[in-house]
């Protein structure tokens, strides 16, 4: 179907697809016994674990960082790493940071999935609701934030683009969400 922009609202792609028998699957679509979305479920955990991973490079002199390693290292500061959300990406982006030997604070609005998240991770960390004081005061202290909250259409925005400009040079902003809009301003 070549000269054909893919597009959802584009009745003539479909026709032209359903004419040459096309069969289409949107894998993340399909459900498992439990009614849950296994592969969107694998995509999260691989995204949470490699925005830990991609954020610990980008923080490399190698790459114009700060110089950062990620933690662990005995008589230096830990990373300082804030993660916004409490869901699958969230998790494993936790586990990752924290198995690095990072300092991780989570916030999210639902106490129930912060509860969730450290019962999962097995390990108890600072967490809070997503209040723009205390949100504002541990992204001015971060080196690494990961964006990984969702919603039902688009992300909610929760950092500023004047939160953004607080944070210290060379901290560095992964926002995995910008699928759904991004959860920050500058995004």
């Not at 597009?7 to 032209?16: A, E, Q, R, V």
């Not at 390693?69 to 409490?86: D, Q, S, W, Y």
């Not at 950092?159 to 995995?176: C, F, H, N, S």
Request: hydrophobic share 40%; proline share 3%; charged share 20%.
């Amino acid at each position: 179907v070549s000269g054909v922009t893919p597009n959802i609202l584009n009745k003539d792609y479909f026709l032209k697809l359903s004419k040459k028998k096309v069969t289409c699957v949107g894998f993340e679509y399909i459900k498992d016994e439990q009614d849950q979305l296994p592969v969107v479920r694998l995509l999260s955990e691989i995204a949470g674990t490699t925005s830990i991973l991609i954020g610990s490079e980008l923080m490399s002199t190698a790459h114009g960082g700060n110089g950062i390693m990620m933690g662990g290292i005995t008589g230096v500061r830990p990373t300082e790493v804030v993660i916004l959300g409490a869901g699958t990406v969230a998790e494993n982006a936790t586990r990752t940071a924290l198995g690095l030997g990072a300092s991780v604070r989570v916030f999210d609005n639902s106490l129930t999935r912060l509860r969730r998240l450290q019962k999962n991770v097995g390990s108890l960390f600072p967490t809070s609701t997503i209040d723009p004081k205390e949100l504002n005061k541990a992204l001015m202290r971060c080196d690494l934030v990961i964006g990984a909250l969702r919603g039902d259409t688009r992300t909610p925005c929760v950092v500023t683009e004047l939160m953004v400009e607080k944070m210290k040079e060379g901290a560095v902003i992964i926002d995995v969400s910008i699928d759904n809009g991004g959860c920050f301003e500058t995004s």
